[in-house]
């Protein structure tokens, strides 16, 4: 309490049985205090909005009074500047109490008894045995197309149908429903049981049925409202396919390049025919431009489309802008004529079956009004509907009568409706049918009248572009026309992309071989420029040991060397060999993998040739190279001998001659690699000298030994 006294634990919050939810409550007395614990006394704060239905709990954990008391929320409304009173209206004004009633809504416990009940009364519902005169497959489509609309009873899908609503009925339930349509003979069993209370263990398409009869002339005016619902889409697409054909039309006749294109055929044609039967023709049946892919070159592959769309290419490249003259033939040729016709006589007979039931339904409901007033029943009823809200009689007016044309029958019984389902669908007031056909009827009048005067125009187009051509128009349809034009095209168009892809392959192709044949006559002179060097090499060589006068031996060794020039030449003619081939097979157009394999080939065998040629010259020279060094090596000991003995009195040891120093440098050779030592000279007239001669001997050996090994 605000005396901060102790009071009992807290009751359940009082609910005002009088006041509505949402609004403060009745004013009455306060709850009783709340009894005090022992952690403290809780109050419970006077509740101004309470909700309407249960809503989840906020998890929280309330504050003691002492705790509350030495807090912030003992002067909340200080501190936040505003009161919780206007806090509580503006939330309450705003809607987002009935927010939160929404979004966290408690769910509502179930009423076990009630849920049994219901489920009892279920059963016992499917353990009646259903009452159907229809044949089980017939009944079993029917439930299938009454699964499209089962958020709707059948009065109210009764009810769309009167008021003409499109919101509920589609085109495509519409003709569902057309196409299930009770028979005679099912009406005049369903007949039996209206008014009966029986009638309610029909089965669902029976009870459907039952529920249809009730609509007045229900096929006819299904028919008239399909026709009304897809009138305005037919009608489109009608005078898309007549403005296609009319545009293609006007296309063909007035095409400024497509003549030249004729031209060059005709040319070519009467070329080739030359003098026969074929030949020196003054025009060609235009289904004839599709066979020139039939007529194909040496090759087997290129036709003669591919050499006329060239030829115009390259001469008269003005003419391929007739490929974009003739590309409205393109919707032209997918539209069928005969098809055309058929919709046309369609819409005209829907439209005269629109006119008739309105007239049948106007008379109809004149007739009944009649009756009404002359039994002067209802005499408030009939003056109402002779106004109606738009002040036509025959659209407000009360239907009530038998059935007429094909769906007519002898008795009520036959119109599958008793007088009271007469009267419940014909005072219907929410009927709009007579209202909507007849505004239908006049603006699809008028758009049909037009309709045909396109159609005749479009016709007359398409036959005098037929007869342009020399063709007849009554054996040739536009389909086929305009199509004989579209595969013309598309395949001059596809030719075009083979000759280019053609020529660019041939261009790659020269553009290739210009490429080796500059590679090659570069190698070619790089080796040229090594044979020439190698042979000016050997023939430097034979100078010098010549001059030197060196043995046969090693003369022979040298002469064994094979000339630069005849390696060359034997390594050029393999290679002037292989370029031919090579060149042969690009100008005879063959495959570029092909000439690539036999490339790769080829280069392997001159790679091999070129090898055991170097590995031979190479082997030879490096034996005369090393014997020419070693006779150069030996000529400078001879002077190094010749300076150090020049200062003594004593006359130099005669020097051996060439053959003794070479025989002494493979002793020496052979020595070394036995693991002994011995002197380049040997002690039968070569010895003698001092110590110093000797090392520098020694080292000299040592050198030419090395080099003998490497």
């Avoid at 393109?330 to 006119?355: F, N, P, T, Y």
Wanted: net charge neutral; glycine share 6%.
């Amino acid at each position: 309490n605000s005396d901060g006294t102790a009071a009992p634990p807290p009751a359940p919050p009082p609910m005002a049985p009088a006041a509505p939810s949402g609004i403060p409550g009745a004013p009455g007395a306060p709850p009783p205090p709340p009894a005090p614990t022992l952690l403290g006394a809780l109050r419970r704060k006077e509740l101004q909005y309470v909700p309407k239905v249960k809503l989840k709990m906020m998890q929280w954990d309330k504050l003691a009074d002492q705790s509350v008391e030495s807090s912030l929320w003992s002067k909340l409304e200080d501190r936040a500047g505003v009161k919780e009173k206007e806090v509580l209206d503006t939330l309450h004004s705003t809607g987002t109490f009935e927010s939160l009633e929404k979004m966290f809504a408690a769910k509502q416990a179930v009423d076990i008894f009630a849920l049994r009940e219901k489920r009892r009364k279920e059963r016992e519902e499917k353990e009646l045995v259903e009452i159907s005169v229809l044949d089980a497959k017939r009944a079993y489509d029917v439930n299938i197309m009454l699964g499209m609309m089962k958020k709707y009873t059948f009065r109210e899908i009764r009810s769309a149908l009167l008021r003409m609503d499109t919101s509920v009925i589609s085109e495509n339930f519409l003709k569902q429903l057309l196409t299930f349509v009770p028979t005679a003979e099912e009406r005049g069993l369903l007949s039996a049981y209206q008014g009966r209370p029986d009638r309610k263990r029909l089965a669902r398409p029976d009870r459907f049925f039952l529920e249809t009869m009730k609509i007045w002339r229900y096929e006819q005016r299904l028919r008239v409202t399909v026709t009304w619902a897809s009138w305005t889409e037919t009608f489109r697409d009608m005078q898309q396919d007549v403005a296609a054909v009319m545009t293609a039309a006007h296309a063909v006749a007035t095409s400024r390049h497509f003549p030249q294109i004729l031209e060059v055929v005709l040319s070519i044609g009467n070329y080739m025919n030359g003098s026969g039967y074929r030949g020196g023709a003054f025009g060609f049946k235009i289904a004839s431009l599709n066979r020139l892919m039939d007529t194909k070159a040496e090759d087997n592959k290129t036709t003669l489309l591919h050499f006329v769309a060239s030829t115009v290419e390259e001469n008269f490249p003005l003419a391929l802008e007739f490929l974009e003259e003739l590309r409205p033939v393109d919707a032209g040729c997918r539209v069928s004529h005969a098809e055309m016709k058929a919709e046309m006589a369609d819409m005209r007979v829907r439209l005269a079956e629109a006119k008739r039931e309105l007239e049948l339904l106007r008379d109809q409901r004149e007739k009944e009004l009649k009756e009404i007033a002359m039994e002067g029943d209802k005499p408030n009823v009939a003056s109402e509907a002779m106004t109606g809200p738009d002040g036509d009689a025959a659209a407000a007016s009360v239907a009530k009568g038998n059935d007429s044309g094909s769906d007519s029958d002898s008795s009520s019984a036959g119109n599958g409706q008793s007088g009271s389902a007469s009267v419940t669908s014909a005072s219907n007031s929410k009927d709009r049918f007579l209202l909507t056909i007849r505004r239908f009827v006049v603006e699809a009048t008028e758009q049909f009248e037009a309709m045909q005067s396109q159609f005749t125009a479009m016709e007359e187009t398409y036959s005098n572009s037929v007869l342009l051509y020399g063709e007849d128009p009554r054996a040739m349809a536009p389909e086929e026309f305009f199509g004989i034009f579209k595969t013309f095209t598309a395949s001059f168009n596809q030719v075009m992309r083979e000759n280019n892809r053609e020529r660019e392959r041939k261009r790659a192709a020269e553009k290739r071989r210009k490429q080796i044949e500059a590679q090659i006559e570069k190698k070619r002179l790089a080796k040229q420029n090594r044979a020439n060097r190698l042979a000016t090499g050997a023939s430097r060589i034979r100078e010098q040991m010549e001059s030197s006068g060196q043995d046969e031996d090693v003369s022979m060794d040298i002469d064994d060397i094979p000339s630069a020039a005849e390696a060359g030449g034997a390594i050029a003619g393999a290679e002037n060999g292989a370029v031919d081939d090579l060149l042969k097979s690009l100008m005879a157009g063959t495959d570029l993998e092909r000439v690539e394999a036999g490339k790769r080939r080829r280069r392997r065998e001159l790679m091999s040739i070129r090898r055991r040629s170097v590995r031979r010259s190479v082997h030879r020279t490096s034996i005369s190279l090393k014997a020419l060094q070693m006779l150069k090596d030996i000529k400078e000991d001879e002077e190094d001998y010749g300076g150090e003995g020049g200062g003594d009195s004593q006359s130099p040891p005669p020097m051996p001659s060439a053959s003794t120093r070479l025989s002494l440098l493979r002793r020496q050779q052979l020595n070394a690699s036995g693991g002994e030592w011995m002197s380049p000279i040997s002690e039968d007239g070569l010895g003698g000298g001092n110590a110093d001669r000797e090392v520098s001997a020694e080292r000299r050996v040592a050198r030419r030994r090395q080099l003998l090994e490497d």
